[in-house]
C-alpha cells in the first residue's frame, strides 16, 4: 500500500467511526509501511506541573507491550525522558538519540538511567518523538514512534528524514480523530465486571446488594469499585460514574 492510499483509508476510517480505536488501529497499519512498528500516543492537559506528573490525567494508547506500557506509563517512566520533555514546550520532532547520548555521557540521573535501560532491554531502541503543534496553553500530545527491531537510530533518523512529510499527516488525523471523538484512555478501560459493578452502584444499588446479585463477597465489590477510582483517576464512585459515563463505558 502507498502512502497516498495509505491515507486516504485512514481518512475515509476516521469519517465512519465515532471509536478512537478503531482509527488508532489504523493509524498504527499505515505506519508498519515505514518501519514503524511500535507507537505510543499521549494526550495530557498541562495547567500546571503537577498535571505532568499525574498519570491519572493521561489520554494514552499504546503498541509498546504491556511491560514497557507499565514502566513507561502506569509506573510514570515517561517523567524522566528527555525527549518528553522537550516536546512539552516544542512542536516537531526530536530523536530518541538525545537520550542515548545523555547516557553514554554520563548525564542522567539514576532513576532516569534505569528507566532507559529498561526500556532498551525491552527493545525500544530506535526511535522519533513526534509532538503536535502546540494549538494551547493546556492540551500537549505527541508520538513515540519506535522503528523496527534490527534498525538502529542512524537508520531511524535517515527514515524520518526521507519520510516525515508522508508520516505527518498520519500523526496529525489521528490527532484530530482525538481530540473529537469520544475516547477511553488504554490505561482508563475497565473490565467487564467492572462495568456491571459500576452500572448497579448508578443504579442506586448498595455494595452489599451488588454483592448478593452478583454472588461474591462484599470485599470483592469494594476493591472492585477502589479499582475503578483509581483507573478513572478520582477520588469517589460518584465521580467515577460520572466520567464513565461521559466516555460512553456504562
Partial sequence: MDSGSGFAALLAQTGQTNDLADCWSGLCGALSDFEIDRVLYARKPLADHRTF???FRLTWFSTYGEQADS????????????TIRWAL???GAVSWRVNRDRYLLGKMSGQEEAVHLRMRELGLLAGITYANPILSNAVRSGFGLCFREGLDQDDADHIWSEEATRIIPYLQLFELAASQMRNVSQGQILTARQIDI???TVDGKTTGEIASLLAVHRRTVEEHLRSIRDRLGVTTTLQAAV???QQGQI
Avoid at 71 to 82: A, D, N, W
Wanted: glycine share 8%; net charge positive.
Fill in 53 to 55: 506528573h499525574n498519570r
Fill in 198 to 200: 459500576l452500572r448497579l
Fill in 243 to 245: 466520567i464513565a459515563t
Fill in 71 to 82: 514502566l513507561f506509563i502506569e509506573k510514570g517512566g515517561y517523567v524522566t525522558s528527555q
Fill in 89 to 91: 514546550d516544542n512542536a
